[in-house]
């Protein structure tokens, strides 16, 4: 036999009948947002790509309509939908969606107008329903416009802070995911104005604890390590530049680690974010909005993901928002969409996991290791 021969034969291979695809079970839902932004494009970018369906069913709460315009707006296609009257009718191979919308619906991309307001909340409305009711397994959110969405229904800073209150006010984090990166922050929607009576001790340690929890069951980190960064400049200069390190934040993290909270800091926000001090971190809890958002959309705006910690169901979303600027060109990128996706299905698998182990403690650690291998 030559040794330079090819040992396959390619006729004899192609043969070879091919294994069936499971039959996917999870649901998951997501939201169309706001409807003259560029949510729809990046949902139908994302679930259009080969195979991306072969894990989940997909489940969308929006407009047939809008969906029919974007499609042919961008030309995809092949994105086909499966209308349905709610998610007990949903086919396990194909894109299904439910109209939370009026018929004569009207896109404006690049215009945030009332109907794009009142849309977006129908469908969020209509999916968080399903979600708390077992319907659907987990939530991914399309970005919303936060003033043209306000109504006597909906009056929060945010999603988070409306999945909150759904939740029946239960605590949460806004946290946000990339690969190995994963910043909280304490004060979310609020004007800056308000932060610094916002930031108190027992506040500071309500978000670690959700933090190191969701480390644990839904990052499966089995000891965290969290930076907690500080309010002022160079953390306060030990007094020099502000108080709050001092009184507030230090006697945080102390009380934190007497739960056994593996809480350090304060740091600065430059120098954890401008060196390698990164890598050393499994998370890092920063007191403002943009003191976490903003260096983390500068390393990971393409594939940063917006995950609700600290909930009794699973919410992500993007981490960019309805971009008018670009809507409907074509030009968004489904890559954050997309991570989005699959961090839900990463953190509803971590979940099942961690209560199949708590309802059976007898599991060895072997077979623990040997099922999350599997």
Same mark, same amino acid.
């Given at each position: 036999m030559n040794p330079n021969e090819n040992y396959s034969d390619p006729e004899q291979s192609n043969n070879i009948p091919s294994l069936p695809k499971e039959t996917p079970t999870i649901k998951v839902g997501i939201t169309q947002g706001d409807i003259n932004g560029i949510g729809i494009e990046t949902?139908?970018?994302?679930?259009?790509?080969?195979?991306?369906?072969?894990?989940?069913?997909?489940?969308?709460?929006?407009?047939?309509?809008?969906?029919?315009f974007y499609r042919k707006n961008i030309d995809v296609p092949n994105f086909n939908l499966n209308n349905i009257r709610n998610a007990d009718e949903t086919h396990p191979r194909r894109i299904n969606i439910i109209d939370c919308t009026?018929?004569?619906?009207?896109?404006?991309p690049g215009l945030s107008t009332p109907q794009g307001g009142q849309a977006a909340f129908a469908? %969020?409305? +209509? =999916?968080?329903?399903?979600? $708390? !009711?077992?319907?659907? &397994?987990? %939530?991914? +959110? =399309?970005?919303?416009?936060? $003033? !043209?969405?306000?109504? &006597?229904?909906?009056?929060?800073?945010?999603?988070?802070?409306y999945l909150q209150k759904e939740a029946g006010e239960m605590p949460a984090l806004m946290l946000l995911v990339s690969n190995n990166i994963r910043v909280g922050v304490v004060a979310g929607h609020m004007p800056m104005a308000q932060v610094p009576s916002y930031i108190t001790v027992d506040r500071i340690l309500d978000k670690l604890r959700i933090l190191n929890s969701t480390l644990k069951l839904d990052f499966t980190i089995r000891r965290p390590r969290i930076a907690v960064l500080g309010l002022n400049p160079h953390a306060g200069d030990n007094g020099l530049l502000g108080s709050e390190e001092e009184q507030v934040i230090i006697p945080a993290i102390k009380a934190a680690s007497e739960e056994g909270i593996y809480a350090m800091g304060p740091y600065a926000a430059d120098g954890v974010f401008g060196s390698d001090a990164l890598g050393k971190f499994d998370a890092i809890l920063a007191m403002y909005h943009d003191q976490g958002l903003a260096p983390?959309?500068?390393?990971?705006?393409?594939?940063?993901?917006?995950?609700?910690?600290?909930?009794?169901?699973?919410?992500?979303?993007?981490?960019?928002?309805?971009?008018?600027?670009?809507?409907?060109?074509?030009?968004?990128?489904?890559?954050?969409?997309?991570?989005?996706?699959?961090?839900?299905?990463?953190?509803?698998?971590?979940?099942?996991?961690?209560?199949?182990?708590?309802?059976n403690?007898?599991?060895?650690?072997?077979?623990?290791?040997?099922?999350?291998?599997?």
């Open positions: 949902i139908i970018k994302a679930l259009s790509e080969p195979d991306m369906t072969d894990n989940f069913i997909p489940v969308i709460y929006g407009s047939p309509k809008a969906f029919a009026s018929d004569d619906i009207h896109v404006e469908a %969020l409305q +209509t =999916a968080v329903n399903d979600l $708390k !009711n077992g319907k659907i &397994d987990v %939530l991914v +959110t =399309a970005p919303i416009n936060k $003033k !043209n969405i306000q109504s &006597d229904n909906f009056h929060f800073p945010g999603h988070t802070e983390f959309k500068a390393l990971a705006f393409e594939s940063g993901v917006n995950y609700t910690a600290g909930l009794p169901f699973i919410r992500t979303s993007p981490d960019h928002g309805t971009a008018y600027d670009i809507a409907g060109q074509g030009k968004a990128s489904a890559d954050s969409m997309r991570a989005a996706i699959w961090l839900a299905l990463d953190v509803f698998k971590s979940r099942k996991q961690n209560r199949e182990i708590s309802a403690p007898m599991v060895s650690r072997a077979e623990q290791v040997r099922e999350r291998n599997a």
